[in-house]
């Protein structure tokens, strides 16, 4: 079968190559899926890059966490599932629970094993492209707006830019009946954003003070969730933008240390701080029940076929997309 690997110590998307292994055959307790589809998160790029946790890859390992496929033989011990299902991966496997893509191999693969606690059925209206956008970006968005503070219709959320976690935190949240603000360097994106439902977009280039549009926008209360996809960079604006009560989301690591990062502001407000590393099985469950009741479209940027790997790499590099980036399998 055909696979894509990240081989050992790589430092760069160069290190990138196709290769090929026997097609896996599944144990008595295990499934296996014809993946279909993959969706890309900025963690990829650390690892490819050498930048992740613990540094680069000690050995050639299969890369991304995010996957759907249909299940193409199940061993004898399995049950719940049957060849044809439409399947889709969730990021952590096994107990105790290891990351897809890193520690364990990924999911770019033409076919893939996994224990059927870690899958999950594709709801009918989704394609497997979307449904492969899910595992990391949607279960992080679902994670910070309904685990933690309770989101109730009517508060206002903050999303930090226009990737993957960002779009689905705006669509999810207005599901739910909820104000949206959203950020972005691009007044193109504000306005994509808006057309989704984002009823406000501050770009931040031009107001890099953007909390005090936040507080404008909210008659000076703030926010009652801030979701920060920067991290240590926008962490102190966050503590300005969040209302009295509410919660800032750190989900990423994406720009530098700005700022004062005491997390005193949050204590007159009784404000809480919560760092999110994506979500558990329950949470993806959530998600995917919601997303079958409401139809939910995850939004794709671009679509890339397995031989394009490497540039679908380079353009996430880039920060160009819009939501998520997907390769075809």
Not at 134 to 159: E, K, S
Not at 175 to 204: E, M, P
Not at 294 to 314: M, Q
Request: charged share 20%; net charge neutral; aromatic share 8%.
């Amino acid at each position: 079968m055909n696979i894509y690997l990240v081989t050992k110590g790589s430092t760069g998307i160069d290190g990138l190559k196709r290769a090929e292994r026997d097609r896996p055959v599944p144990a008595p307790s295990q499934v296996l899926v014809r993946m279909r589809a993959a969706s890309l998160n900025f963690r990829d790029l650390a690892i490819v890059n050498g930048k992740y946790i613990g540094g680069p890859v000690l050995n050639d390992m299969i890369p991304l966490s995010d996957g759907a496929g249909e299940v193409a033989a199940v061993g004898s011990d399995v049950q719940g599932f049957a060849a044809g299902d439409r399947v889709v991966a969730t990021f952590t496997q096994g107990d105790p629970p290891a990351a897809l893509g890193s520690p364990l191999d990924g999911v770019l693969a033409e076919y893939a094993l996994f224990d059927p606690k870690g899958l999950l059925r594709i709801p009918d209206h989704m394609s497997y492209e979307e449904a492969a956008t899910l595992p990391c970006a949607g279960v992080t968005a679902w994670n910070a707006l309904f685990y933690g503070r309770q989101l109730r219709p009517g508060d206002t959320v903050v999303a930090l830019g226009t990737g993957g976690v960002s779009i689905f935190t705006l669509q999810l949240a207005k599901l739910s009946g909820a104000r949206v603000i959203i950020t972005s360097s691009s007044d193109s994106k504000l306005a994509r954003a808006q057309a989704l439902g984002a009823d406000y977009g501050i770009n931040y280039k031009h107001e890099p003070d953007w909390h005090k549009r936040v507080l404008e926008l909210t008659a000076g209360r703030g926010a009652d969730k801030v979701v920060d996809l920067a991290g240590v960079g926008t962490l102190p604006r966050s503590y300005q933008a969040v209302g009295p009560a509410g919660e800032v989301l750190v989900i990423g690591v994406l720009s530098r240390p700005e700022g004062d990062l005491s997390p005193y502001p949050l204590m007159m407000k009784g404000a809480t701080l919560r760092g999110i590393f994506v979500g558990g099985r329950e949470h993806f469950k959530g998600l995917i029940k919601a997303g079958a009741v409401n139809r939910l479209k995850p939004v794709i940027d671009r679509t890339f076929d397995f031989d394009s790997v490497p540039s679908a790499y380079e353009f996430l590099k880039s920060a160009q997309h819009f939501g998520k980036i997907v390769i075809t399998i």
